[in-house]
């Protein structure tokens, strides 16, 4: 599928007509003729939106619309801009400007995109891109052998598509002198064949071991893949989001620096935070550094004020952190109960000083161990420095023991949803069901006890992991099942929430999140108008429609940044 719509369907191309020859910015707009969901609820038919000069001055009911330019929303929905509180615009830009692997799950499909784009690039060094979905190989473990045959001369590097493991070639293998007696590094894994030798996969920290030789990307590359993904984005009416690494190891400040460069020329058009990586292999002597980071990271709409640490990886591959070892394929416990990526003893003392130092901490949290984790270091802190405020999230809480559900709103932490997930399909049936257990297997995603429970909820996608199509992500959350899975099974589905309570935690609660509530996220008097029109009325609209429905305009404080001609 598409990351979102970029061709507007039949009602969108009506809407546009109706608002050609609209200039791309007015003094008054007023949007009317359709539904208004206003950052928390759906208002009472009859609502019109007034927005002057990139404001919104007045959120009423009547008939009298005045002589300002007049927006016909043909009976859809406006709502405000959606900002996606995980996502990885930069690295998504570049997958998209190299060898893209995301629109096909099939193996064989892979190795001929491989073999198409190591033949329309025969200048790159290295073959590079990503995208792929581990369901689409035995074991989610694809080999270097299947790219060896299609590109034996070059180096071959794809990340798959959650970005905790990637695909190597043997030319990769060499130049990275790993072999048969290579010991697999603290946090990751060498993937091996039955002989002892390196396989092609590498998990988590063991790709590092390659991409660190991956030739520089240009200042210019990286520039050109932010402006492309926030095209991308502005299709999906995200108008605003928290990079989720900012300033990591491979990228060293070359994603800060673009930032940076975008948001002083007036490129940036959206609100962004950026969360600057904490270095697992390091301690407290990268403070200093991440305060002078902050420091030089501010420049119109991007700010660098958050600290992303992460805690485990992903349960598809067993290096979640879990408080119970991982079953093996008989249903047995195993040795295994996944990696911790930063000391669980060491943590609070860094979350502590994190938040005494006025940062905001993003923690990737997915198994139950990292999230209870998680939850431990933000309980010190605050018995070190008090509740300051910071508005801490843990994203993507694959799996919650249950003890730790009421914890999130005693100690303030929002819960970071990626809906999108939350569903029956190959990773989830295959690669993690079995090796859970069906007890653990009911502690996923659980938004709604989550919700019961008065936590404080922000979405996001983790673009490019998943689609960064927001209606896709309500889909799931309000059914529990994918966009066109009518006839599975809805996964959890006590744990479904209702329309309403997603879209306000993908833009009113992120909005809080990003510390931009007093500035956007909500249609309310004073605030930018950063909306996205939508082709169906989404308060009326079928559970099973919700990803039917299509972003049809963006707007970003009053200006048309997509859906226009």
């Known amino acids: 599928m598409p990351l979102c719509s970029p061709a507007p369907r039949t009602r969108g191309e009506l809407f546009n007509k109706a608002l050609r020859g609209v200039a791309t910015i007015v003094t008054e707009i007023v949007f009317y003729n359709g539904t208004v969901f206003d950052g928390t609820r759906f ?6 939106v007034r927005v002057r000069h990139g404001r919104i001055v007045d959120v009423g009911h009547g008939q009298d ?32 400007r190299h060898c893209d692997l995301r629109d096909s799950r099939n193996a064989s499909d892979y190795v001929e995109i491989v073999a198409a784009y190591a033949r329309d690039h025969p200048e790159e060094e290295w073959i590079r891109g990503g995208g792929w979905s581990m369901e689409a190989f035995p074991g989610g473990v694809p080999t270097r052998q299947a790219l060896d045959a299609v590109v034996p001369d070059r180096p071959v590097f794809l990340p798959n598509r959650d970005g905790h493991g990637a695909w190597v070639n043997t030319k990769a293998l060499q130049l990275a002198g790993i072999d048969r ?6 946090d990751g894994r060498i993937e091996r064949d039955s002989s002892g030798e390196p396989s092609g996969m590498l998990q988590e920290g063991a790709a590092g071991l390659v991409s660190r030789l991956l030739p520089d990307l240009t200042e ?39 930032y940076l460069r975008a948001a002083g020329n007036g490129a940036l058009q959206a609100n962004v935070v950026g969360a600057l990586w904490w270095s697992r292999e390091r301690g407290m002597d990268q403070l200093p550094e991440l305060v002078h980071q902050r420091g030089v990271g501010q420049a119109e709409r991007f700010r660098a004020t958050t600290i992303k640490m992460m805690l485990d990886g992903v349960a598809e591959n067993h290096t979640a952190a879990m408080l119970e070892p991982y079953l093996d394929h008989e249903g047995c416990a195993t040795q295994h109960a ?12 860094f979350v502590s000083a994190l938040d005494g130092a006025g940062f905001q901490v993003h923690v990737h949290a997915l198994g139950d161990r990292a999230v209870r984790n998680a939850l431990d270091a933000i309980e010190e802190s605050q018995r070190v420095n008090g509740k300051s405020g910071r508005r ?21 932490a929002t819960a970071n949803l990626q809906a999108l997930w939350a ?7 295959e690669l993690t069901i079995p090796f859970l257990g069906e007890r653990r297997s009911g502690w996923q995603y659980p938004f709604r006890s989550l919700q019961a429970a008065g936590t404080d909820l922000c979405a996001g996608s983790d673009w490019p992991v998943s689609s960064p199509n927001p209606l896709w992500a309500a889909h799931v959350a309000v059914n529990r099942r994918s966009p066109g899975g009518a006839d599975s099974d809805p996964f959890l589905p006590e744990q479904a929430l209702d329309l309403p309570s997603f879209l306000a935690a993908y833009t ?13 996220g909500s249609i309310q008097e004073g605030l930018e108008a950063d909306f996205a029109v939508v082709d169906a009325d989404l308060a009326h609209i079928a559970d099973h429609e919700i990803g039917d429905a299509a972003v049809v305009q963006t707007w970003a404080r009053g200006e048309v940044v997509y859906g226009t001609e």
């Open 508 to 520: 009113s609660g992120s909005a809080r999140v990003n510390g931009l509530d007093g500035v956007t």
């Open 392 to 412: 801490h999230h843990l994203a993507h809480l694959q799996v919650v023991h249950p003890d730790d559900i009421p914890r999130f709103a005693r100690l303030s």
């Open 220 to 258: 210019d590359d990286w520039y050109d893949a932010l402006l492309l993904a926030q095209t991308h984005l502005f299709s999906c009416g995200v108008t605003g989001w928290q990079d989720a690494i900012v300033g990591w190891d491979q990228g060293e400040d070359r994603v800060l620096e673009t």
């Open 181 to 186: 007696s290579t010991p697999d590094p603290a």
């Open 338 to 349: 996944g990696l911790d990526f930063i000391d669980p003893q060491e943590l609070p003392r």
């Open 423 to 429: 569903a029956h399909e190959p990773q989830m049936d």
């Open 43 to 48: 208002l009472e038919r009859g609502a019109h």
């Open 65 to 96: 619309l005045g002589t300002a330019e007049l927006v016909d929303l043909a009976g859809g929905t406006l709502l405000p801009g959606f900002i996606d509180a995980h996502v990885h615009p930069v690295h998504a830009g570049n997958v998209l």
